[in-house]
C-alpha cells in the first residue's frame, strides 16, 4: 500500500507514523505537514524526526499550509506541549524538507499513479482541500482517503460540539467531506473509545525498543492532559486509530455511510460535522462517506503495541 | 397537582390530554392553544372537543399564537390530518373559548398561585416565550415545566438535526430554555423509544370505552405515517409521554441535567438543540435543564392503557 501523510505531529500522530512505518507493506510516498498540534515550523521538524526515530529517513516531507483558509489559526500546546511532543526532544537531523509545499507533494504523487496513492489526513484538512482546489480531479486521482476528524454523535473536544480537526479549518473539512473521495472519516465517535489505560502503558513500558520508550514518554505526558479531560486516568488513540482502520479497514466492525456536512455559520455550532442519522434519511446531494461507528479497539491496542516493539 | 397545559392537537397532544384527565388527582387548570401539527383554529376547537371527549368540559380553553415570533408557520397536515385528528371527526360542542390569550391566562394563574401551577408544553413554545415576555418572573412563579421537544443525541424529524416543536419557533425555545425554569425536555432522545406497536395497539382495540376507540382510530392513521418515517410498523407517543414524565418523574430513569441551548444561525443546524455533553463540559452561563435518557416505556406503555380504559 502507497500512502501519503498529512499531519501535524502531535503525540497521536507520532503514534500514526509509528505504526504505519512498523508495517513493511507500506510504502510511505510522502509526509505533509500543518499547523494543528503546533505551528507548521514545529510540526514539520517533528515528521523528519520521528521519520528518522522509526527508520524511514528517506520519506520526503513537504512543510503545507501555516493557517486555515478563512479563520485564525488555534494550535494545541496545552495539549501536545509547546514543542508539539510533549517536551520530548527527539534527536536533531538535517532538514531534508522537500521544496514544494504539501498539496503540491500530493497532488503530484496522486497526478503520477492514479488510483494508487491512499491519502491519511491527521491534522486540519487544509492541505487537502488546497490540493483539491490545485487539482479538482483529485477524489478519482487516488485510491482511498481516512481523515481523523469530526464528531457526528459524540460530544465534540475543543467545543461541545466540534473536533480539533474539522474546527481547526471548518471551510477546508467542508471542502474536502464534500469533494466525492471514497473516504472514512474516523471521527471522535469512534476515536474517544479507543482508549490507551494504565495497563496498557506499563505493557507499552515493558518493551526494550527505543520507539516504545519514546512512545511512552510521549504518551506519559498526553495522558495527564486527558485525565483531567476524561475524568480517568486514560488517553484516546485518535490518529493510530486512523491509520490502522486505512492499513484493515476489518478493523470497523459497524459503520453508517452518510453525507457529512460541515456547520460553517452557527452561532454555536460552527466546526460541526452533522450527518442525516434519520432511520429514513433524505436523499442527499453530495456523496457519502464511511463513518465508523464501532472499531475492534482490543485488537487495535494489541497491533499498536506489536508496532511499536 | 395543578396543571396548565400548552398544546397544539394534534394526535399526540390528544393522547396526553387522555393521559391526564385520566388522573383524578389533576386538576387541568387550562388549556392553552397554538398553531403548529394544524392551525391555532383547528388546534382550539379540537381541544375543545378532546376536553368533553374525557369528561373535562369545563376547563377553560384559550386560543393561543398563530405563527411563530420570528419565522413563517409550517403545520403537519402530512402528519396529523388537515383537521389535526387523523381525519377522524369527533362530536362538535358549543365554542368555549375564554377570550384572553394562552399566554395571558397563564402569566395569570401563575401569578394567582406562586409555585403551585405545573406548565406542561406540547407544541411550539411560541405562548411560553410571550408570557415570558409578559412577566419575566414566570420561572419563579410556576413549579415544574415539562416540554416535549428538541433533539439533543438523537436525529430530528423534521430536519436531520432539528425536533418539530422547537423547530417551529426556535427564538421562543431559546428564551423558554435559557429562561431558569424547573425544565425537564422531553426530547426525541426518549420519545423516539416510546413506540405504540402494533401488539399494543390490539390491546387498546379491545378496550370498551369510548376514548379507546377514539384513540385506536387516531392513532392507525399516525401509526401509517410514522410506518413509513422508522420502517416498521410503530409510532413514538411524544406527547403522552411527557404528560407521564409530569406527573410522575420516576418514569425517568437516566437523566443529565445541563445547559440546552438552540442554534438560531446555522446553515444547516437552525433549530437544532444543543447541550455540552463533554465528560468535564464547561461551566455554562444559562440554568441547566434536565434532559431524561432513558424511561420506563412498558410502565408508560401500561399506564397509557389505563388511562384509556
Not at 500522530?13 to 510504502?27: G, I, K, P
Amino acid at each position: 500500500m502507497r500512502v501519503f501523510v498529512d499531519c501535524d505531529p502531535g503525540i497521536d500522530d507520532a503514534l500514526a507514523l509509528a505504526y504505519l512505518a512498523a508495517d513493511s507493506s507500506v510504502e510511505i510516498v510522502g509526509v505533509g505537514t500543518v499547523y494543528g498540534n503546533s505551528s507548521v515550523e514545529t510540526t514539520t521538524d517533528n515528521a523528519v524526526r520521528l521519520l528518522r526515530l522509526f527508520d524511514r529517513p528517506d520519506v520526503p516531507v513537504a512543510a503545507g499550509a501555516a493557517r486555515p483558509l478563512v479563520q485564525q489559526p488555534r494550535l494545541a500546546a496545552h495539549v501536545h506541549g509547546t514543542n508539539g511532543l510533549g517536551g520530548i526532544e527527539l534527536p536533531a537531523v538535517e532538514a531534508a524538507t522537500v521544496s514544494e509545499s504539501a498539496a503540491e507533494v500530493l497532488v503530484r504523487l496522486a497526478r503520477s499513479a492514479p488510483g494508487e496513492i491512499s491519502v491519511l489526513a491527521l491534522g486540519p484538512l487544509t492541505n487537502l482541500a488546497l490540493a483539491l482546489a490545485l487539482e479538482p480531479r483529485l477524489p478519482q486521482l487516488v485510491d482511498r482517503v481516512v481523515v481523523m476528524g469530526g464528531a457526528v454523535r459524540a460530544p465534540g473536544n475543543v467545543t461541545p460540539w466540534a473536533e480539533a480537526n474539522v474546527n481547526n479549518d471548518p471551510e477546508a473539512a467542508e471542502a474536502v467531506l464534500g469533494a466525492g473521495f471514497n473516504l472514512t472519516l474516523v471521527a471522535l465517535d469512534v476515536t474517544m473509545r479507543a482508549l490507551a489505560t494504565e495497563p496498557w502503558l506499563e505493557e507499552l513500558a515493558g518493551l526494550a525498543s527505543e520507539r516504545a520508550s519514546y512512545a511512552h514518554r510521549f504518551l506519559t505526558y498526553y495522558l495527564d492532559w486527558y485525565t483531567e479531560f476524561l475524568g480517568r486516568r486514560a488517553c484516546p488513540m485518535h490518529d493510530p486509530l486512523a491509520a490502522a482502520v486505512l492499513l484493515d479497514p476489518a478493523l470497523v466492525t459497524e459503520s453508517v455511510t452518510v453525507p457529512v456536512q460541515v456547520e460553517l455559520t452557527g452561532t454555536y455550532t460552527r466546526g460541526m460535522t452533522v450527518a442525516d442519522l434519520r432511520t429514513r434519511p433524505e436523499a442527499g446531494s453530495r456523496d457519502p462517506v464511511v463513518l465508523p461507528t464501532e472499531v475492534d479497539v482490543p485488537e487495535f491496542l494489541s497491533r499498536m503495541l506489536r508496532a511499536l516493539a
